[in-house]
C-alpha cells in the first residue's frame, strides 16, 4: 500500500505546478505516515508477544520505501518554499504596481480639470486593479482603503457621488452631527492626557466617515475643528512646558557636574578625617543629583554619564589614598617593631642621661613613624610604652632628688631664653651664626627641666631661635643641619652605638621614603580621563616633597659618617 502511495506521490511531484498539487501530495504524505505509524505498531505488538521479558530492545525495522519517501518529501518542502517565496516576491511587486496606481488616481483627483479625462483614467485604473494580484497581507487593509477613499473622492469631486451617494451623504451628515456633540464636551474632560485621546478619537472617527453635503460640509468641519484644534494646541503647550522644565534640569545638572568637577580637582588632605570629611561632600552631590528631575531622553543620559565618570575618579582617588595608607601602615608596623626593641633594650639601661635621650628621641621617632592599622596600633603602643615607663618608672626612683636640680635647669634656661629674646643682631652673619650657636650649645648643656615645662620651654625656644634665624635669612635646610650638627656631636660624646643606631634609623626612613615614591609613581599611572590631572599633580607634589627629605637624610647621614670616624 505504501508503495502504491509513494508511486502517487512521486508521480504528482513530476508535475510543474505546485498550487495545483499541494493539497494532494500533502494528503498523500499524510496517508503514508498513517500507514507507516501503523506499521510501527504492529511490529511493537510482534516484539512484545516474542520477547514478553523485554530482554531484546526493540528495533523498528523501516520498508523499503520510507528512504525515498523521506527524500520526496524534502524535495516537496524545498519546492514549497521556494514557491511561497514567490508568491511573496509577486506580492511586493503587486503593491508597488498599486502604489502606483494609487498615486495616479490621486494626482488625477486633484489635478485634472477635464472629466472625460478623468473618467478615461479612472476606468484604466479600475480595470488595471482588478487584474493586479494580491499585496502581502500586512499592507492590504491599507492600500486597498486608500483606494476606496481615492474612488470616493473622485465620485465627490465630479458631481457623480452627489447623485449615487445622497443616502450616505445624509448618513455621515448624522454621524459627523453626533461627533460634534461629543466634541462639545471635551472641555469637560479634566485629564488633559485623558482629553488629549478623546479628541484623537473623536478626529479620527470624523476621518472615517467619509463626505458629508457639500453645503453644510465646510461649516460642519470648521466647527468640529475649531472644538478639537483647542485641545491639541494646550496639549502642545504641556509638553512645551514639560521640555523647558527638561532644560531646567540639564541646566541644574550641568551645575552639579561641575561643582562635582572642582571637588574631584581639589587637592585632600593626606588623613582620614579630610577624606571622610570629603566623602561627605560627595555623598551630599549624589543625593542632590537623585533630588533632580528628569533632562529628556537626549540629554539626560549624557549628564548621567559624566556625572558617573567624575565619581567614579574620586571614589579611585580615594581608595588610592587608603592603599597608600595600607602599604604605609604595614611599614610603620615594622618600623615601630623595631622601635620597641631598641626601647625594650633600653629599659634596664642605668645609663640614665643618654638612655634618656635615646628613649626621648625613640618617642619623636614612634611620633614620626606615623599610624600602624587599627587593630595594631594599641598593642604596639602599649608594648613600647611599657618599655618606656619601666625606664623612667626605674630612673624616677634613682632620682627622685633630682626635682630641685630639673627646678635650678629650669630657671636657667628661663634666663638663656630672656637672653635670646633680648639679643639684638650685630649685622655681621658669621658672627651672629656663631653667637646662636653658642645658644644653642648652652641650651643642650643645660640638664633636664619639669616635664610639664618642657613643651612651653622648647616652644619658646625654638620660636626664638626660629626669629633670630630667620631675621638672619637663613635658610631651613641650614638650621636643620646646623641643629642635626649639635645633635651628631652629643651624640658622639656618647656611646658609639648611639650614632650606629641613628644611622641604622636613618637609612630605614630612606628605604620607606624610596618605597613610598615608587608606589606614588606606580599610582599616578592609573589615573586617566577628565579630573585625573588634578590628581596626578598632587601626587607629583608629593614625591618632590619626598625627594627633598631624601636628600636631607643623605646629608645626615655624612655627617654621621664623618662623626663616626
Known sequence: MRAEILNRIQTLLQQEDLEAIRTDVRSAIEDFRALTRDEIRKQREAWAEAHPDQSVP???????????????????????RAW????????????????????????TIQEEENIGAAFAVFNEVREQWDQVGEVPGDRHKEVHDQYYRLRDD????????????????????????????????????EDILEREKLAR??????????????????ELSDTFFGLVRPVFEEVKAHYDAIRETFKVHAEAKQALIERLRALVAEEVEANHEAWQAATQNMLALQNEWKGLGFAGKEQNEALWANFRELADVFFKRKQLFYDQVKAQGSANKAAKEALIAEAESL????????????????????????PTPAAEEQRLWRRFRKAQDAFFKTKKAQFADREETERANLAEKEALLHDIEQYTLTG???????????FSTRWNSVGHVPRKNLDDLMARFRKAMDEKYNALSAQRSER????????????ADGDSNQLRREQTLLREKLDRIKQRITMTEENIERFTGKGAEAIREQYEKSIRLDKREMQEIVDKLKLLRKAAE
Not at 526493540?58 to 519517501?69: I, K, L, Q, T
Not at 511561497?84 to 488616481?105: F, P, S, T, V
Not at 629599659?347 to 606615623?370: F, I, P
Request: with cysteine; charged share 40%; hydrophobic share 30%.
Open 58 to 80: 526493540f528495533e523498528y525495522v523501516p520498508s523499503p520505501e520510507e528512504e525515498p519517501f523521506d527524500a520526496c518529501f524534502q524535495a516537496f518542502k524545498e519546492r514549497e
Open 84 to 107: 511561497r517565496q514567490n508568491i511573496a516576491d509577486i506580492q511586493r511587486e503587486n503593491l508597488e504596481k498599486k502604489l502606483g496606481m494609487l498615486d495616479r488616481l490621486r494626482k
Open 154 to 189: 473622485f465620485f465627490y469631486n465630479i458631481k457623480i457621488y452627489k447623485e449615487l451617494k445622497d443616502n450616505d451623504l445624509r448618513i455621515n451628515l448624522k454621524q459627523k452631527e453626533a461627533l460634534l456633540e461629543e466634541a462639545k464636551v471635551l472641555p469637560q474632560t
Open 201 to 218: 478619537s473623536l478626529q479620527k472617527r470624523w476621518m472615517d466617515i467619509g463626505p458629508s453635503p457639500r453645503e453644510t460640509y465646510k
Open 347 to 370: 629599659a634596664t639601661s642605668t645609663d640614665w642621661r643618654q638612655t634618656t635621650d635615646a628613649m626621648v628621641e625613640l618617642q619623636k621617632k614612634w611620633k614620626e613613624a606615623g
Open 428 to 438: 655681621d652673619r658669621k658672627e651672629d651664626l656663631e653667637i646662636l650657636k653658642q
Open 480 to 491: 636643620t643641619m646646623e641643629s642635626y650638627r649639635q645633635r651628631v656631636d652629643h651624640l
